[in-house]
C-alpha cells in the first residue's frame, strides 16, 4: 500500500491541524495505520494508531486527551485531529501502517514496512 500524508502547516501555540492519511493501491482492510512523529535531533516516536477492523485506538501519553486518530472508509483515509498544539509537537509527522499488528507491536516504528513521506507541523509559541 502506498501512503500520501497532508495537512501538516504553520499554527500559533494553542491552535488546531488536522492530518490525513490517504492509500493507495489497495485498502486499509486488515491494516494497523499509524502516526509517528520525528522532531530535529530526535528519535522518531509514536504518536496514535488506529486498527482498521474494529477501530481500535491507541495513544501515546503525550497527546491523549488532545489528539484524535480517525477513519474515513469513503476515502480509505485515516484522519488526525491534533488540538491544543504547543511547541513540543513541532515535528515531520509520517504515517504508516501494517498488516496484522499485535497490540504490544503497535508503538515500535519498526513493526511498520508501509511508510509515507512525511508532513511538516510547527507550532509557533
Known amino acids: 500500500v502506498q501512503l500520501q500524508a497532508s495537512g501538516g502547516g504553520l499554527v500559533q501555540a494553542g491552535g488546531s491541524l488536522r492530518l490525513s492519511c490517504a492509500a493507495s493501491?489497495?485498502?486499509?482492510?486488515?491494516?494497523?495505520v499509524g502516526w509517528f512523529r520525528q522532531a530535529p535531533g530526535k528519535e522518531r516516536e509514536f504518536v496514535t494508531a488506529i486498527k482498521w477492523s474494529g477501530g481500535g485506538t491507541y495513544y501515546a501519553d503525550s497527546v491523549k486527551y488532545r489528539f484524535a486518530i480517525s477513519r474515513d472508509y469513503a476515502k480509505n483515509t485515516v484522519l488526525l485531529q491534533m488540538n491544543s498544539l504547543n511547541a513540543d509537537d513541532t515535528a515531520i509527522y509520517y504515517c504508516?501502517?501494517?498488516?496484522?499488528?499485535?497490540?504490544?507491536?503497535?508503538?515500535?516504528?519498526?513493526?511498520?514496512?508501509?511508510w509515507g513521506p512525511g508532513t511538516e507541523v510547527t507550532v509557533s509559541s
Open positions: 504508516a501502517a501494517a498488516r496484522h499488528l499485535i497490540t504490544s507491536s503497535i508503538r515500535y516504528p519498526a513493526s511498520y514496512d508501509n
Open positions: 493501491g489497495r485498502t486499509f482492510s486488515t491494516y494497523v
